[in-house]
Structure formats: structure tokens, C-alpha cells
């Protein structure tokens, strides 16, 4: 079997550490033997009862692990359209109607939710963005892609000069990092608003990073149509 000498010992050593085999004897014995038997035939190693209930622990870990994936692979939500982003934001927010919540959904490489935060939560009137704070999370969960998503308190379905300088300052951050915003979503009352849909989501830089915090403002609904109307 071939191996990569990195990934062996990362392995051996949670082996050891897990279970309580000494480390030298499972070096010696994956010099001319598979390590993944350890698990698989456990007693190989003569292992005290102690060491074998844990390897038996970890083994039921795994296999536990392993079906859960298989079932988590095919329930998971793509976001293929702005349709589908629409209504699961919808969902989330239609009821919001005492504050505003700013919501950011991280994606893998297939457009594949890893995991949606609240990343702020204020009045009905504003809420404060964290710039900071969404790369910490990109980051930490490795994402190729991102939606936004908040809602309007007021039920304006238009987007706020506010909204758009907000969307243009995420991606200032986030495309030099090859991390795509795929869309801003409103919600309002019972309905939902997407930037890509309308075809005015930024897809490149205007300046650079800025990662001062954000005041992100909900305007008053006459106002807003009075001062900004778009067109599909």
C-alpha cells in the first residue's frame, strides 16, 4: 500500500493518542504492514481490554461517521438558482419584522450550504456589518462562495443605495481571495428581492479591502422608492 508519510503519521499519532496503543509498536508494525488493520483487526496488536474497548469506540465513531455522510450528501441544499436562495432566506426571515438581520450563507465548490450565520442583528431602522467577522468564517470553514441576505422591517423590495455599497464592499474584500458573492437577497414581508435576479450584484473589485464596520440602514419604505427604482 502506498502511503504518504505526512498523513501516516498524523494518523498514527491520533491512533495512539485515541486508544492508548504504545506509539513505537504501531511504528514497527506499519513498516511492513496496511495501518488501517489496527482498526479493522485490532487484536494484532494485543491490545489490554482498556485499549480495546476504546478501539472499538473509535471504529463505531467512524462508522457512524460514514453513514451520516451518506445521508447528509444527499439532502443537502444547493443553491442553483435565485430562486432556490429566495425561499430558504425567506424562510429564515420572513418573520422578522421587529429588527434587521444581516445573514451570510457559506458555500462549497458545488454551491452546497456549509453553513449559514446570523452576522448581526439590530432595530428595526439599522444593524451593524462586521466585515471582520464574515472573513473569520470564510475562512475558517474553507468556502468558495457566499450569499447575503437581510431583510427589510419596512417592506421595501428595492435595494438601498446602502445595500449596494455594502455588497460592493464585500466583494472588495473577498474577490482578491477568490471567494465569489453569488447574490444579496432581501426579504420583505412575504416576499424576496435578489441582486443577481436583477442582474446588479458587483462581481469585481471597485477599491481595496475595507474592513471598517458597516452601518447598514433600512431607509423608510417611501423613501426608499422615492429615491431609488429598479427595473427588471
Known amino acids: 500500500m502506498r502511503q504518504d ?13 485515541l486508544t492508548g496503543l504504545p506509539y513505537k ?10 495501518p488501517f488493520n489496527i482498526l479493522e483487526h485490532p487484536r494484532i496488536m494485543e491490545p ?33 438558482s435565485a430562486t432556490v436562495a ?7 426571515l420572513g418573520g422578522m419584522k421587529d429588527k434587521e438581520r444581516f445573514m451570510v450563507a457559506f458555500l462549497d465548490n458545488g454551491n452546497n450550504i456549509i453553513e449559514t450565520k446570523t452576522m448581526s442583528e439590530g ?23 457566499m450569499i447575503l441576505a437581510h431583510n427589510h422591517p419596512g417592506g421595501s423590495n428595492n435595494f438601498s443605495p446602502e ?6 464592499r464585500i466583494v472588495d474584500i473577498f474577490h482578491p481571495l477568490e471567494i465569489k458573492v453569488l447574490d444579496h437577497i432581501i426579504v420583505y ?3 424576496y428581492s435578489s441582486m443577481a435576479e436583477r442582474g446588479i450584484i ?28 429598479y427595473t427588471r
Open 202 to 229: 458587483p462581481y469585481q473589485c471597485k477599491s481595496t479591502a475595507n474592513y471598517e464596520v458597516i452601518a447598514l440602514s433600512a431607509m423608510l419604505v417611501e423613501e426608499k422608492r422615492n429615491r431609488f427604482q
Open 123 to 145: 432595530s428595526v431602522g439599522q444593524t451593524a456589518v462586521y466585515p471582520r467577522e464574515i472573513l473569520k468564517y470564510a475562512l475558517a470553514c474553507d468556502c468558495k462562495s
Open 163 to 168: 445595500d449596494r455599497a455594502l455588497t460592493q
Open 25 to 34: 509498536k504501531v511504528r514497527q508494525y506499519v513498516k511492513q504492514n496496511n
Open 189 to 191: 414581508g412575504t416576499s
Open 5 to 17: 508519510p505526512r498523513h501516516t503519521e498524523k494518523f498514527l499519532k491520533g491512533l495512539t493518542t
Open 86 to 92: 429566495g425561499q430558504y432566506f425567506l424562510a429564515l
Open 48 to 80: 489490554n481490554e482498556k485499549q480495546l474497548e476504546k478501539i472499538g469506540l473509535l471504529n463505531e465513531f467512524i462508522a457512524s461517521y460514514n453513514v451520516l455522510k451518506i445521508y447528509e450528501s444527499n439532502e443537502k441544499i444547493t443553491f442553483n
